[in-house]
């Protein structure tokens, strides 16, 4: 879906591995696009809609560990492609910012790579799900596997509610989360033009700065 097909519109993700900061870090993005006056749509992967938050929680209970991959993976894909045609396409076509939490990178890292389903099958889906709906900037928020866990299992510790059993990726094993890593890396040199690898070790003010800085990059191109 090429810009000239959506007018304005222009597609933000941001990934990275569990506890690298995305979550913080989008909402700085959005206040601070929306304070200039920008359009901004939210949206979150798996979720963004009320089928895609059913099967968010399905996929993230910590009580459904018999899911196996090749399940996985197809309800990421069922809750993307909701999210793509009930707000995603909708919103670029008005020529709106979309600003996603993951996106097909997650796919393709945590399933295709981690998982051992292989690339040319989450790549056949994204095609088949999302119909051409790609990002115009990805943020990648590096951080390393030590921080990563450490972050994400004190976030856990402060969960209450129905996010309190949302913890099932999180509690992957450590070899897993460096594949996940490792898939990121090879991703983002692929794709040096949609991607801004971003260091996630440092203070959350110096992150967003550079955020703002790729992102105004591409507003500008987007006018």
């Known amino acids: 879906m090429s810009m000239t097909d959506r007018a304005s519109g222009l597609f933000i993700t941001f990934e990275g591995i569990d506890g690298c900061g ?46 196996s991959p090749t399940t996985e993976l197809f309800l990421y894909f069922a809750s993307r492609a909701q999210n793509v045609d009930e707000v995603i ?3 670029l076509e008005e020529g709106r910012i979309v600003i996603s939490d993951r996106y097909t990178d997650s796919t393709m890292v945590y399933q295709g790579v981690a998982r051992g389903l292989g690339e040319r099958v989450v790549a056949d889906l994204h095609r088949l799900a999302c119909r051409g709906v790609d990002p115009d900037l990805t943020i990648y928020l590096d951080i390393d596997l030590e921080t990563s866990l450490a972050r994400a299992a004190s976030r856990n510790e402060k969960l209450t509610g129905d996010e309190a059993v949302e913890t099932r990726m999180d509690e992957q094993s450590v070899e897993f989360y460096g594949k996940v890593r490792e898939g990121y890396a090879l991703l983002a040199g692929r794709e040096p ?30 006018r």
Request: net charge positive; hydrophobic share 40%.
């Open 22 to 67: 995305k979550s913080t870090q989008m909402k700085l993005l959005v206040e601070r696009l929306r304070s200039a006056g920008h359009d901004v749509v939210e949206t979150v992967e798996p979720g963004g809609t009320s089928v895609g938050g059913q099967i968010r929680r399905v996929l993230l209970d910590a009580r459904n560990q018999e899911i």
């Open 193 to 222: 033009g949609r991607f801004c690898v971003i260091d996630g070790g440092r203070g959350v003010a110096s992150i967003a700065d550079d955020i703002w800085t790729a992102v105004s990059a591409r507003i500008g191109d987007a």
């Open 89 to 91: 396409r909708p919103a």
